[in-house]
Nanobody
Framework: QVQLVESGGGLAQAGGSLRLSCAASGRTLSSSGMAWFRQAPGKEREFVAGITTSDNTYYVDSVKGRFTISRDNAKNMVYLQMNSLKPEDTAVYYC??????????WGQGTQVTVSP
């Protein structure tokens, strides 16, 4: 069974930075596409950033140029560097791992709050 554990969330001021980490156990992440999603209060969960097994990355338009997803296969970790944070980035952020063509494994989430 795959377990994903996020960390690094917290409170930041607008314009600040946070780095989220996702630690995996039970599966080698190098064989999985990985992604970060987020869910703000009263809104649906949305895709934020993804990274393929070939380290190709892709982002939702609202975070392009500000967020960077990366992975360290040796440590079985995935990261999300978030810069130039905005209040609208406030959400619970989730790490997800693919199995086949779907995101089958999810972490418990970490809260990110950005103050104006």
């Amino acid at each position: 069974q795959v377990q994903l554990v996020e960390s690094g969330g917290g409170l930041a001021q607008a314009g600040g930075s946070l780095r989220l980490s996702c630690a995996a156990s039970g599966r080698t992440l190098s064989s999985s596409g990985m992604a970060w999603f987020r869910q703000a209060p009263g809104k649906e969960r949305e895709f934020v950033a993804g990274i393929t097994t070939s380290d190709n990355t892709y982002y939702v338009d609202s975070v392009k140029g500000r967020f960077t997803i990366s992975r360290d296969n040796a440590k079985n970790m995935v990261y999300l560097q978030m810069n130039s944070l905005k209040p609208e980035d406030t959400a619970v952020y989730y790490c997800a791992a693919m199995r086949g063509e779907e995101y089958a494994y999810w972490g418990q989430g970490t809260q990110v709050t950005v103050s104006p």
